[in-house]
């Protein structure tokens, strides 16, 4: 069964800096990768997905994620974080051959922007 | 277009009483699932199902039941409540568990049991 692992559980970022959330996972096979954000009180939202082709993906609100296969990494970036970026982020793997048991989900990074 | 819809939003129930949350796709999604969601545990799968009648667990189903009778609906029970039970609920639906598309989450069923 596929894992992941998000390495910072907090982070705390003033406005305009730089943001980069890490993602790893684990499977021996290929996968399909997203990134959801759940801004407090509300239910998750698709940031980005990787399924194929281009490592490099970009997403919604100025987010891109680049997928390093041989590091099993599904990093989250943003050159110039906003204050209306605090969200819970959420990086999750299923194969790509079909998982039926769903998605799997990291634990989550609670990132707050001061202003 | 409403997407996924959850029922109740908020919900507060007595240890050992029992209770459905409402689950309903208008996306013709075969995929359906539960998550729930607790803090510092991301999201955890509790049942799935491929498709009308055809149902599974996932990693954390006990004290859990589902039944897929339409493409649509998939409610969740809670057969007696307890207060690890305690939690937010998802429900999420797709046409293909997310291996070809994106998967769509409802907006939550915040659950306490006192």
């Known amino acids: 069964a596929q894992s992941v692992s998000q390495h910072n559980h907090h982070v705390i970022l003033s406005e305009a800096a730089s943001l980069e959330l890490g993602c790893n996972y684990s499977?021996?096979?290929?996968?399909?990768l997203f990134w959801y954000v759940q801004y407090p009180g509300q239910h998750l939202q698709l940031l980005l997905k990787y399924f194929s082709g281009d490592p490099l993906v970009k997403g919604i609100k100025g987010f891109e994620a680049e997928f390093i296969k041989s590091k099993f990494s599904f990093n989250l970036r943003k050159p110039s974080v906003q204050w209306s970026d605090t969200a819970e982020y959420f990086c999750a793997v299923i194969p790509s051959g079909g998982g039926a048991d769903g998605l799997t989900f990291g634990k989550g990074t609670h990132l707050i922007i001061q202003p | 277009n409403a997407g996924v819809t959850q029922t109740p939003k908020f919900q507060v129930l007595k240890t050992g009483q029992s209770m459905t949350l409402q689950c309903a796709q208008d996306m013709n999604h075969e995929y359906m699932s539960w998550y729930r969601q607790d803090p510092g545990m991301g999201l955890r799968l509790i049942h799935y199902?491929?498709?009308?009648?055809?149902?599974d667990q996932g990693e954390v189903p006990n004290g859990y039941n589902v039944s897929r009778s339409t493409t649509e609906d998939f409610p969740l029970r809670l057969l007696s409540a307890a207060p690890s039970q305690t939690s937010v609920y998802f429900c999420a639906s797709s046409y293909s568990g997310g291996f070809l598309d994106t998967i769509y989450f409802g907006e939550g069923s915040w659950l306490t049991v006192v």
């Open positions: 499977y021996g096979g290929t996968v399909n």
């Open positions: 199902s491929v498709g009308a009648g055809i149902t």
